[in-house]
Structure formats: structure tokens, C-alpha cells
């Protein structure tokens, strides 16, 4: 999987714009998947995803979402 990025890492309009506010920015590969770092440590680490992993990941944050 290529860890090259296409866009730029972003934050959900969701997440709001306390500076403070726990959150993670997401950017797009070159190959479709998803690159993710915390907001407030970007230097901490990113994790890649690949199409199918991302899809899977998002579906089970939603899952975890609707259930609490």
C-alpha cells in the first residue's frame, strides 16, 4: 500500500474548533485508503488504512456510536 498522500490532512466539521477538543484528521492516499493522526500530537504517529480496512473501521465507529 502507498502511504503517499493526495490531499491534505483534515479535521471533520463535526469535530468543532476548540483547539482542545479530542479529535483526528484524516488525509486520502494515493491508493484510495485513508491516512489518520491525533489533531493535537500529529508527530505522535499516522495509521493507514487501506479502502477496505478504512470501510471497516468507519462502519464499526458508527456501530459503536449508535449502540451508546
Known amino acids: 500500500m502507498s502511504d503517499e498522500l493526495v490531499t ?8 468543532g ?6 479529535c483526528v484528521e484524516v488525509a486520502r ?6 491516512a489518520v493522526r491525533d489533531s493535537k500530537d ?3 504517529g499516522t495509521a ?3 479502502t ?3 470501510r471497516t473501521f468507519v ?3 458508527r456501530n ?3 449502540a451508546g
Do not use: C, I, M, Q
Open 48 to 50: 493507514y488504512f487501506g
Open 42 to 44: 500529529p508527530a505522535r
Open 59 to 61: 462502519t464499526a465507529l
Open 17 to 22: 474548533s476548540d483547539p482542545n477538543h479530542e
Open 52 to 54: 477496505e480496512a478504512w
Open 64 to 66: 459503536g456510536l449508535e
Open 29 to 34: 492516499t494515493a491508493v484510495g485508503g485513508r
Open 8 to 15: 491534505p490532512f483534515f479535521k471533520s466539521s463535526r469535530s
